[in-house]
T-cell receptor, first 109, second 114 residues
Framework: EDQVTQSPEALRLQEGESSSLNCSYTVSGLRGLFWYRQDPGKGPEFLFT???AGEEKEKERLKATLTKKESFLHITAPKPEDSATYLC??????????FGKGTRLHILP | EAQVTQNPRYLITVTGKKLTVTCSQN?????MSWYRQDPGLGLRQIYYSMNVEVTDKGDVPEGYKVSRKEKRNFPLILESPSPNQTSLYFC?????????????FGPGTRLTVL
């Protein structure tokens, strides 16, 4: 069965304290692995798409990486405005989209 | 402005009263999808459509219907809503006809069924 697990469920960091969020997945025919950011009461906002193991993408303080079983979202020197829920998702060979439950990130000033 | 719009944004209704939540996108996207988001369960796909007149079930389709008569619109229909359909609903669209591409989400519809 296709599934995705995100860890930790919640993470509190001091401003400037770098860390990583994990997304473990099992999928039959990966179309793409996606990372989104969601602020309270709003729709998810797209961050990255990764298609194959070894691929990496960066945007400001965020860097996403992909292996055959996991994806990581690395946050370098985070700021309070990086506080949000980060969602991992993938598309499978049936063209369904499966989301993880997310990691709630809180950056303390 | 490129966007996905949903209406209504908030709705309180009673069990059994049919309702429709509209979704429209102005980006000429092929792929559209509906999700529900519940605490502790995350985002779950209800239905998706890869093209006009082509729809398929996601992980939680029971109690919902959809139609895709035109590319820009993808309404979600609850024929006989029940309290367990109380949730936050999101519509999304994506370029292409598969799940290769990122999705653009609407602002959400908060539904309460009494």
């Amino acid at each position: 069965e296709d599934q995705v697990t995100q860890s930790p469920e919640a993470l509190r960091l001091q401003e400037g304290e770098s860390s990583s969020l994990n997304c473990s997945y099992t999928v039959s025919g990966l179309r793409g692995l996606f990372w989104y950011r969601q602020d309270p009461g709003k729709g998810p906002e797209f961050l990255f798409t990764l298609y194959s193991a070894g691929e990496e993408k960066e945007k400001e303080r965020l860097k996403a990486t992909l292996t055959k079983k996991e994806s990581f979202l690395h946050i370098t020197a985070p700021k309070p405005e990086d506080s949000a829920t980060y969602l991992c998702a993938f598309g499978n060979r049936d063209d369904k989209i499966i989301f993880g439950k997310g990691t709630r990130l809180h950056i303390l000033p | 402005e490129a966007q996905v719009t949903q209406n209504p944004r908030y709705l309180i209704t009673v069990t059994g009263k049919k309702l429709t939540v509209t979704c429209s996108q102005n980006m000429n996207h092929e792929y559209m999808s509906w999700y529900r988001q519940d605490p502790g369960l995350g985002l779950r796909q209800i239905y998706y459509s890869m093209n006009v007149e082509v729809t398929d079930k996601g992980d939680v389709p029971e109690g919902y219907k959809v139609s895709r008569k035109e590319k820009r619109n993808f309404p979600l229909i609850l024929e006989s809503p029940s309290p367990n359909q109380t949730s936050l609903y999101f519509c999304a669209s994506s370029p292409g006809t598969s799940s290769y591409n990122e999705q653009f989400f609407g602002p959400g519809t908060r539904l309460t069924v009494l």
